[in-house]
């Protein structure tokens, strides 16, 4: 209190009127300039200027998405161990949970989407970058065998900066532990929408993020398989700054449609009808 | 067997130069090899041989990382890290044996996938992606045998079977240790550190049920005695793709689908 007192003796000291009040700003990542933060949150965290898709908690995702109240989330106690015994890791893990309330860096369940049925799963970056560890696999796992047994499809937000470093080769194996998974949906007929989101990277991009029926991106996201900074330090050159976004992956083949925030409900919907996924009579 | 070698020790052992390499060991297992090329999208990746040959006899196909022996070797090669290309190369291979009911032996030795500009426009990970998901249903038997750097995503897209074996001295992991202690502490010099703590042997795959198996090398390691590993590796292969080639294949699928679906630590 007192130090923001003796601010103002100072600026008035100095001559200067007391300077406006400036509300937050929120400096987006791709563009660099700079836009109220309650105009990019009003936006759905996407950049007012150059429409960059900002990260949505997995919360956010999930009420801007599916059908209010149709959520039902699967395993939701789920907590890793420590299967290198990392020092550290479990401490670590304890501190982050009460920080972000995840438990992991997934959350999934069924939900409805504008009255068609899906079996949802959406990472969250907030917890350790939404790095694949055993809990992300295991969940990612399971919905999609329940998918599979339930003839559900699945939509899946990914964000991940690739593997759980801290579980070692447990966290390289979730890669095939999952796509076993989803070859598994996908030759029983299921439908597989992915959803690339910022940033999907590293050992999700080399699984489950690419091997959807259908691909989204939200624009401008990072996607790609190395880091930047590795594939500098390897051609020792910068790289472009469109280098793996969305729209540099969807001109290369690897994304079927870039996809605004705002639409995404939309044509998640449509994309559901399309393959006889319909809404059940009353919920219509 | 040797006395137990430290992770760290190991590493070194499997870089030291003359650790023989596919090229070494291809004719001292198979007989009738014959390269195959390309595939069929863009073009043909030196660093992934495959083609097919006899095993005991019998023909199988063969899918390899190919480190080079020297400077120009490794060159070619580049120095065992893949493009997208050859996984796709291997995939086409796989696919090839699953029609003609071969069974399918992968090599595995790489530090890792290659990270540069061209492979990434040309897709690696969605040729490794693809790679995991289709090896997991080929109905035909896998085997695959980590002989020195078992690197990655680089790695598993040649490592999706129905049992893994290491070398003795070989590793398995999710990053160099180099890499992990960059990543991870900021300091690359802390390598040693880190692979002691990374669990990467031979001992710690079977331990963590990545691998089945541990194949012995010579005393001092492979590049000791040339035919003695190759008799090693052959005596396994022809052991366990009698035995796979035993089973039902739907009960194998269903127990290559268990082997990975059960990795994993957590509580609930």
């Known amino acids: 209190m007192f130090e923001g007192f003796f601010d103002v003796v100072k600026k008035r000291a100095r001559g200067g009127a007391e300077e406006e009040y400036k509300p937050p700003m929120f400096k987006c990542p791709r563009c660099t300039q700079t836009s109220p933060l309650s105009r990019y949150e009003e936006l759905h965290r996407v950049c007012p200027k150059c429409n960059y898709h900002g990260r949505l908690s997995s919360q956010e995702r999930i009420a801007i998405t599916v059908d209010k109240d149709s959520f039902k989330e699967f395993d939701g106690g789920m907590i890793s161990a420590n299967p290198l ?12 949970r009460s920080s972000t309330g995840l438990n992991d860096a997934v959350v999934t369940g069924t939900a409805t989407i504008k009255g068609s049925p899906v079996v949802i799963g959406v990472m969250d970056s907030r917890y350790m970058m939404g790095s694949m560890g055993s809990v992300v696999g295991e969940k990612i796992t399971r919905a999609f065998e329940y998918a599979t047994e339930n003839h559900l499809p699945v939509v899946m937000f990914t964000a991940s900066g690739g593997a759980r470093m801290q579980e070692g080769i447990v966290s390289l194996m979730q890669m095939a532990k999952t796509s076993g998974a989803v070859k598994l949906h996908s030759e029983a007929g299921g439908l597989y ?13 080399a699984s489950f993020a690419s091997l959807g029926d259908i691909i989204i991106a939200e624009p401008k996201v990072l996607i790609g398989f190395a880091g930047r900074r590795v594939i500098e330090g390897t051609i020792k050159q910068r790289l472009p700054e469109d280098f793996q976004l969305a729209e540099f992956m969807f001109d290369k083949g690897f994304v079927d ?28 | 067997m040797d006395e137990k070698k430290t992770a760290w020790e190991r590493l070194q052992l499997i870089h030291t130069k003359g650790r023989p390499t596919i ?29 097919i040959g006899r095993l005991d006899g019998k023909p199988v196909t063969i899918i390899a990382e190919v480190k080079g022996r020297d400077i120009n070797e ?21 696919r090839q044996a699953e029609k ?27 040729a490794i992606a693809k790679n995991i998901a289709e090896f997991m249903t080929l109905r035909t038997p896998i085997i695959s045998i980590v002989l020195g750097e078992g690197g990655s995503g680089g790695a598993l897209a040649l490592g999706v079977c129905d049992e893994l074996a290491m070398l003795e001295n070989a590793e398995y992991s999710v990053l160099s ?92």
């Not at chain 2, 060991?25 to 992934?48: C, Q, S, V």
């Not at chain 2, 290659?114 to 040309?122: I, W, Y």
């Not at chain 2, 008799?231 to 194998?252: G, W």
Request: aromatic residues 8%.
């Open chain 1, 85 to 96: 015994d990392f020092p550290d890791y479990t401490e670590k893990q304890a501190e982050i």
């Open chain 1, 193 to 205: 929408i992915a959803v690339m989101t910022d940033p999907t990277t590293g050992g999700v991009t």
């Open chain 1, 257 to 284: 449609m870039i996809v605004e925030r705002r639409k995404m409900r939309s044509v998640l919907s449509h994309l559901l009808k399309l393959h006889g996924f319909a809404p059940k009579e009353k919920e219509v």
């Open chain 2, 23 to 51: 090229k070494d060991y291809l004719p001292l297992i198979f007989t009738d090899f014959y390269e195959m090329h390309g595939d069929r999208l863009y073009g043909d990746d030196k660093a992934i041989l495959g083609g």
């Open chain 2, 74 to 94: 490794n060159k070619a090669c580049n120095f065992a890290m893949p493009h997208p290309e050859g996984y796709r190369k291997a995939l086409r291979l796989a």
């Open chain 2, 100 to 126: 003609f009911h071969r069974p399918i032996i992968c090599f595995i030795d790489t530090p890792g996938a290659f990270c540069g500009v061209a492979a990434e426009e040309r897709g690696q990970g969605e």
């Open chain 2, 177 to 268: 240790p180099r890499g992990f202690a960059s990543i991870l502490w900021k300091d690359a010099s802390r390598e040693q550190e880190a692979s002691e703590i990374m669990k990467l042997t031979a001992e710690d795959m079977v331990d963590l049920g990545v691998a089945e198996a541990v194949i012995e090398e010579p005393l001092g390691g492979a590049h000791n005695d040339l035919d003695k590993i190759s008799e090693n590796i052959k005596e396994y292969l022809s052991q366990k793709i009698a035995e796979k080639c035993q089973k039902d294949i739907d009960v194998l699928l269903k127990e290559r689908y268990t082997k990975f679906r059960k990795i994993g630590a957590f509580s609930e």
